[in-house]
């Protein structure tokens, strides 16, 4: 039987409930009930635990803290084994370490960093004469977030950009967790950095006659990015240039690959609109590419004179068509790259001589580049069936070679070098994983499990080899699953921990992300959302009944949207998994979204569903994991949280607990760990303490399935 919980009284009560009586296991905080009655629909609907809403109240601060407390208690025996995993993580890093240089104007830029400091150290040298990396040229620091971050306990750098004549650097920081970020400039010769020059900062680029800066800010209610913004650094005052008053859009801001155009995006979930403004006429006005049209997706880059156009029209998965600067419309486009049903467009690079766009089919990204001269494409090739790539960033629009950082489960991350004309690839670096990592001691697979409706959902899996297939081996099960977002199958370094103790690790790539496409993500939103917690349930089905797992063996993990997934499936099947880490979930799907105050709600409405709408409102209820919670048994669950979270608000997964704690009939743990220090939807800032909440909750789902060394 599950410990009896204690009524809470006071803020006396409350910070003592965590603490055993002799002899006793720790009772479990039990947060007070106020009724606070709603009116959806018609419907009265009371929620007791609303009041930890309130950030400010010393109650909500010491329930927090007593649940903090608790977690402590319950884990104590845990630590010794966390602090041996923190231990081994750190062993498999080269904490001191260098990125790839890269070449932009007369610089070579890098990042670095130092055994002991928490944060990297952003750098550049000066190119030789012949063009190439000269280590032996001088050093010079751009920014040091160590200093940076002196006497703070959160720093966050945002982004960072350096002016056409490569003397200001432009960066944003934030300090409380919150993203809200603050705008600097630094004079590279000199080293001052300017007093604030903007708040609540979200994107930002400079104009190419190096004085004058466009910034993008976001409300300071809902935090959507709505205003852009000119400014002279000379002595100037902010002016506003765009104003996005559609609530469903955000704005953002760049520039295009060859420096000729600042572009700014409008996006809601269905339909983007793109602006243009010549870098050299800062004074000037941003101009529509194409009027904004329900349901038409595109994006744009330049060259030569076109605008190279990704669209969705009449492209579900998009496609690449290009028109002259002066009449963009599609009257006057000319195709480039056909649609494709199975392959979905996912972005375009454009050099002066050659155009290399990055896709994804069956769940695998890929590139090809397009020979401009003579009108031929080629793909880049990978070595393994199960991988992941990117683009590594290329700035200098003349280059003739493209760099790409490749990886897989098994494979660390290694930066490549592409000669664009051949194909040829040149391995620049690979992370080196200390320790005598030996990855042919490890295999990489793609299984495919049949959902209830027939759709086959690709799973990544990694396993050090001798993992028995009889139900005997644990297993680690992550997804996501909302916004369009696919889960590349990247390699991890505290993940070899799992692995080297004999836990498979498989990614599920349901319904709701991109990875077989547009149609992937809208058969997994709206009102189509129950997909992507069946294809979760099916796939641990599937791992179950081939033998991969057992349920008593099968742990499984997911943040942020992917915490909702969490809790859904918890709620719908808790018998077919051991236990849960539950990570900055957006579990309080119904109080959330009918609050249009709160950041982000309106902005995913048309993710989620619009509550005001009856339909999506008991389609939107039947999963939303804080209002499904019933009195039954619950496998384990670890919930993380930060008090500062400014995606999902803390009291959501606090509320979750609380309500639960309520409820559930079983004697498994349910623990809530909330930073109330400033830490954000990432968690803490600095790469020390990052890995040591990793190597806490390795311990605590490890030691689920009964590994605890």
Known sequence: MPSRPLRLLGLAALVSASLSLAGQAPFPPVAKQVEHVSIWHGEKVNDPWFWLREKANPEVVAYLNAENAYTEAMTADLKPFSESLYKEMLGHIKQTDLSVPVRRGAFYYYSRTEEGKQYGIQCRRKAAPSGSYDDKAAEEVLLDQNELAKGLKFLSLGGMSVSDHERTLLFITDTTGFRQYRLFTKDLATGTISAPLAERVTSFTWAADNRHIFFVTEDNVTKRSNQLWRLDLQGGKPELVFEEKDELYGLSLGRSKDRKYLLAGSHATDTWEMRYLAAGEPKGAFKALLPREK???????????????????????????????????????????????????????????????????????????????????????????????????????????????????????????????????????????????????????????????????????????????????????????????????????????????????????????????????????????????????????????????????????????????????????????????????????????????????????????????????????????????????????????????????????????????????????????????????????????????????????????????
């Open 295 to 709: 349901g038409h997706k595109y994006s744009i880059e330049h060259h030569e004179g076109l605008f190279y156009i990704r669209t969705n029209k009449g492209a579900k998965n998009f496609r690449l068509v290009s028109a002259p600067v002066a009449t963009p419309d599609p009257k006057h486009w000319t195709e480039v790259l056909p649609h494709r049903a199975d392959v979905l467009l996912e972005g375009l690079d454009p050099f002066k001589d050659f155009l290399v766009v990055t896709e994804k089919s069956q769940g695998l990204d890929r590139f090809r580049i397009f020979d401009l001269k003579a009108k031929a494409w080629r793909e880049v090739t990978f070595p393994e069936s199960v991988y992941a790539a990117f683009p590594g960033g290329t700035p200098e629009y003349t280059s003739t070679t493209f760099r790409f950082n490749y990886q897989s489960m098994v494979t660390p991350a290694s930066i490549y070098d592409c000669e664009m004309a051949t194909g040829k690839q040149t391995l620049l670096k690979q992370t080196e994983v200390l320790g005598g990592y030996d990855k042919t001691r490890y295999a990489t697979e793609r299984l495919w499990a049949t959902a209830r409706d027939g759709a086959k959902v690709p799973l990544s899996v990694v396993y050090k080899k001798g993992v028995k297939r009889d139900g005997s081996a644990p297993l680690f099960l992550y997804a996501y699953g909302s916004y369009g977002y696919g889960q590349s199958a990247t390699f991890s370094i505290p993940r070899l921990s799992l692995l080297d103790r004999g836990m498979v690790y498989v990614i599920a790539h349901i319904r709701g992300g991109n990875d077989l496409g547009e149609a992937w993500h809208d058969d997994g939103m709206l009102m189509k959302k129950m997909n992507t917690f069946t294809d979760f349930i099916d796939s641990a089905d599937f791992l179950v009944k081939e033998k991969w797992t057992a349920k008593d063996r099968l742990v499984i993990e997911g943040g942020s949207a992917g915490g909702l997934l969490m809790g859904a499936v918890t709620n719908l099947r808790p018998d077919l998994f051991k236990a849960v880490h539950s990570a900055v979930p957006f579990v309080d799907v119904m109080n959330t979204m009918m609050d249009a105050s709160l950041p982000l709600t309106v902005g995913e409405y048309l993710e989620w569903g619009n509550p005001n709408e009856k339909a999506a409102f008991d389609y939107m209820r039947a999963y939303s994991p804080y209002d499904n919670l019933q009195k039954k048994a619950y496998p384990a669950i670890l919930v993380t949280t930060s008090f500062n979270d400014s995606q999902v608000m803390y009291w959501e997964p606090a509320k979750y607990v609380a309500k639960l704690r309520t409820l559930k009939t079983d004697a498994n743990p349910l623990l809530l760990k909330i930073k109330m220090e400033p830490a954000g939807h990432g968690g803490a800032s600095g790469r020390y303490d990052a890995l040591k909440d990793k190597a806490f909750e390795t311990a605590w789902m490890l030691s689920q399935v009964g590994i605890t060394k």
